[in-house]
């Protein structure tokens, strides 16, 4: 089937009106008629119900509509693919990622980008937020991937995609059938945190500073620099965590971890891509851009 025609069709169908679909598709009315009727020929049944207060879908048009979001969508992503392997034959790309993202994010999305890229030479570097940034001020990785809230003013930054910090504990544990606590309980709570330098530990801070709460005031056990030895940590033991809900899929289907809230107190934060200045650009580009796609952000 014609793309374009179906292109008409969807915006025709998102906008209810004829006129508004040929001027977003810079087109003529007629040329949107002609193109609605021809999909209601090979159908054999009216797509919409025109009146005198404009158009609406019938339940033909509707069915339609939802089989051509899809397909302009594989559309776009056939597009998409084969335009990044014709820019992308060749290259290299390294990359700086910290912990969280280097280990739960990239691994599936850089399969898929080598796959379609394979003259493109990937090396990836993991480790905290601040590492990632000095690789790149010293030239070590072309682009970087970071969790921190801190921006330097040498380095710029691009929106990838929001994640959320959580409290957690062991459902084998003394804390398993805890629901919720408040700041001020937070204190005396056994906590296993990340490193200094970590994004993760940045947002903490931030986060509890805000309340009045220094990391100084927290009863923490221990200081680790994985999220993986973290969540081991506190299933085998009577301690509680605050790591990245994207690296808790696994660990909440089983059950051996949940969620405990802190009353009043959210921990969101945005992952960001990294690149020197001026250099948003090319490779460094193409990878930010297939990150969001591969991930749905």
Not at 110 to 127: I, K, N, P, R, Y
Not at 180 to 187: A, D, F, G, K
Not at 229 to 239: E, G, Y
Request: hydrophobic share 40%.
């Amino acid at each position: 089937m014609d793309e374009f025609r179906l292109r008409v069709f969807v915006t025709a169908a998102r906008t209810l009106s004829f006129s508004k679909c040929a001027a977003v598709l810079n087109i003529t009315q007629p040329a949107v008629s002609r193109h609605i009727g021809e999909l209601e020929a090979r159908y054999g049944m009216p797509l919409f119900s025109r009146g005198t207060s404009g158009v609406t879908l019938t339940k033909a048009g509707e069915l339609l509509l939802s089989h051509a979001e899809r397909l302009l969508s594989a559309y776009q992503k056939m597009d998409y693919d084969m335009d990044l392997l014709s820019q992308t034959s060749q290259g290299r790309l390294s990359i700086g990622a910290s912990t969280t993202i280097a280990m739960y994010l990239l691994p599936q999305v850089l399969a898929s980008f080598m796959e379609l890229s394979g003259g493109v030479e990937v090396s990836m570097l993991s480790g905290n937020s601040e590492n990632v940034e000095q690789w790149l001020r010293d030239g070590t990785v072309d682009i970087g991937f970071v969790e921190n809230a801190s921006r330097r003013p040498w380095l710029h930054y691009e929106p990838l995609m929001a994640d959320e910090l959580v409290l957690v504990a062991g459902t084998q544990g003394r804390y398993g059938t805890l629901e919720s606590v408040t700041p001020q309980e937070l204190r005396g709570l056994p906590l296993v945190l990340r490193e200094k330098g970590s994004g993760t530990r940045e947002i903490i801070e931030r986060v509890l500073n805000r309340r009045g709460i220094r990391v100084e005031d927290l009863n923490v056990v221990i200081e680790l620099s994985s999220t993986e030895a973290i969540k081991s940590f506190v299933r085998s033991s009577d301690t509680l965590a605050i790591v990245s809900v994207i690296a808790l899929h696994r660990e909440l289907a089983d059950g051996s971890l949940r969620i405990v809230d802190i009353d009043g107190v959210d921990m969101p934060r945005e992952f960001a891509t990294v690149v020197r200045p001026g250099e948003f650009s090319g490779l460094n580009a193409r990878f930010h851009d297939f990150v969001i796609r591969e991930t749905g952000v």
